[in-house]
């Protein structure tokens, strides 16, 4: 004998639209049937996209540097050695705070710039940035120098505004350390500060801005808008922990390493270029004023 009785099967969802409503059906259980199941909750796709991305990274940004303003104000001037131990402080919440950030919201730290899938291009943009770069800032070094001295009012040169150097000077090339142990802190002190900057700026705070603040524009072939903008001031905002404002200055090394960073779609290029720039700025300081100047 044929059922003639209309089937009890729902359709599909007909649209996206309707989803919600589909799911409502499904879960009301029919008349003398099986109890129906209700799905599980949607879960937020992978990657943390469901974490407000620009809130989190000012959040971060403001919290670590903070903390660090707290201790090296408050804390360190009490304790042995403190600048160090602020330093490496630094250094260690530059890496830790954001690979935590990341595994917290199931995130792979290489996704954020830290990796080496691409290290012998990363190698050589760094060797091209500074082929072209260093030439012309060792130039403008030595014409800055002689504007300082001989330019500057006596009161701007005390209150150490643009630099904190003394008028006089007599260039004589030389390395910025004396001793082995004083090349070890000076080569490896500055890697280590370049790799904990660029990843926490260059790799954690700008994938993050960048979700939030699309880039608009271009920058030499790279996309670069307001995010780049934004970590980049932030980046020399960090460095008024040393309250000078010629620290602000750091803001236009830091728009070359952004677009290192945006070019190489990771942190080893810029690192390189970052920490071979300190150690070239050490050196021209002791060429022009001596060792511990």
Known sequence: MVDLRPSRRRAPCPSPRR?????????????????????PAPQPPPG????????????????????????????APILPYGP??????????????PSHQNRRHG??????????????????LALWVMAVVF??????????????AHWLPAWAVRAHWVAPYRAAYAWHW??????????????????????????????????RLSRA?????????????????????LFAAGHL?????????????GLLFTWMALRSKGVLSPAIVHASSNILIRTLEASAFGLGH
């Open 19 to 39: 989803r919600a409503w589909c799911v409502a059906v499904s879960s009301t259980p029919t008349p003398g049937g099986p109890p129906a199941v209700r799905p």
């Open 48 to 75: 943390g996209a469901a974490v407000r991305p620009g809130r989190e990274a000012l959040r971060v940004w403001a919290t670590v540097l903070g903390g660090l303003a707290v201790f090296k104000f408050a804390l």
């Open 84 to 97: 160090s131990i602020t330093g490496a402080l630094a250094v260690g919440a530059f890496l830790w705070v």
């Open 107 to 124: 995130r792979e730290d290489s996704d954020y710039g830290l990796n080496l899938r691409h290290w012998k291009r990363d190698l050589a």
């Open 135 to 148: 030439p012309l800032f060792v130039g403008g070094y030595r014409l800055f120098l002689y504007g300082y």
């Open 174 to 207: 030389r390395a910025p350390w004396a001793t082995p142990m004083d090349f070890l802190n000076v080569v490896g002190g500055n890697v280590a500060v370049a790799l904990g900057e660029e990843f926490f700026y260059r790799g954690y705070l700008l994938e």
């Open 213 to 233: 603040l699309p880039a608009m524009a271009r920058l030499l072939g790279q996309p670069f808008g307001r995010a780049a903008v934004l970590e980049t001031a």
């Open 241 to 253: 922990l040393t309250p000078a404002p010629y620290r602000l200055g750091t803001f236009f090394p």
